[in-house]
Structures are given as C-alpha cells and as structure tokens.
C-alpha cells in the first residue's frame, strides 16, 4: 500500500519516515495490501473546519476519515485521513498517554474508518474500542514507539 504523509501543521515536528513504517505495520494488520491512503497531519483550526462542512460540528476532532471508493481512480486511493496533532497533544495530557500513542491510535482509528466501521452509535463506538485496543496491543505499538519515536526530539 502507498502512503502519502502530509503535514501541514507546526505543533510537533514528525519523523515522516519512521511514522510510515508503523503506519505500514497497522496497514498490514488489517488487510490493507493494495491501494493508496494520505494522511493529513493538522491543527485544531484546519480539522475544526471540516468537522463544521462535512458533518455539522462546530468544534475540533481528533481525527476524520474520508472513504474515497471510486472504481475511475487509476491510483486506487481509499481515503483520506485526517489527524488533529494539537487534539493528540491535549489529549496525552487528559489520559496519560504519549503523543505518539494518541497519534497511532488516531491512525489505527482512521483506518478502521476506510474499512467500513463506524462509530456513530454507542455498540459501533464499543466495537471500534475493542478493535483498537486488541490492534495496539498485538502490534506492540506502545514498546515500539519507545524505541523508535516518530516525534522529533522527543523523549518518551
């Protein structure tokens, strides 16, 4: 699978590199092997704004992920996914995770997303939590990102 990493944010300062080869290890777990997929690595004020055109909510998100299944698209992409570095900084604080954790449960949220789960009623919301709860922890992400950081200079 292609990954295209955008950053169009300053809050942290990724590793693009580092961050593909475990965005490729959740890629893998979940059956992605042909296909294209960007992430957008944002800020409150960019994902704020598309939570209000695309879905009515008038306040910043976490992450947003956008299906892009078109059978004319020569490059096979399957979506867009769109990931709130400020959220992710803010909300490490409020769970005591580290950045990193915050930013691959976003992708891993993301991807869950492209594949048709969805999270809009309280048993879909559980199902995409278990999924993603057993994913990070079959793939050991929280060890791995302690010993290979995706965050420029930082220090879990």
């Known amino acids: 699978m292609k990954v295209e990493i955008i950053n169009s944010q300053r809050i942290i300062k990724i590793r693009k590199s580092s961050l593909k080869r475990f965005i490729a290890r959740i890629s893998d777990a979940l059956g992605f ?3 294209r997929i960007s992430f957008v690595f944002t800020d ?10 695309y879905f ?10 956008f299906s892009l ?9 399957l979506g867009e996914i769109v990931i709130s570095t400020e959220q992710a900084r803010e909300n490490s604080g409020k769970f ?18 492209i594949l ?7 048993s ?7 999924i993603q709860k057993h994913l990070f922890n079959f793939l050991n992400l929280k060890e791995e990102v302690i010993s290979d950081s995706f ?6």
Do not use: Q
């Open 33 to 35: 092997k042909e296909g």
């Open 44 to 53: 409150n004020k960019n994902i704020r704004s598309l939570n209000k055109k």
């Open 56 to 65: 009515g909510r008038d306040h910043p998100t976490d992450v947003i992920a």
């Open 69 to 77: 299944d078109d059978a004319c698209d020569p490059l096979n992409t």
């Open 96 to 113: 005591r995770t580290s950045i990193e954790e915050e930013l691959l449960l976003y992708v891993l949220h993301g991807l869950l997303h």
């Open 116 to 122: 048709g789960f969805e999270d809009k009623t309280k």
């Open 124 to 130: 879909g919301k559980n199902k995409m939590k278990r």
């Open 151 to 156: 965050i420029a200079g930082s220090s879990l």
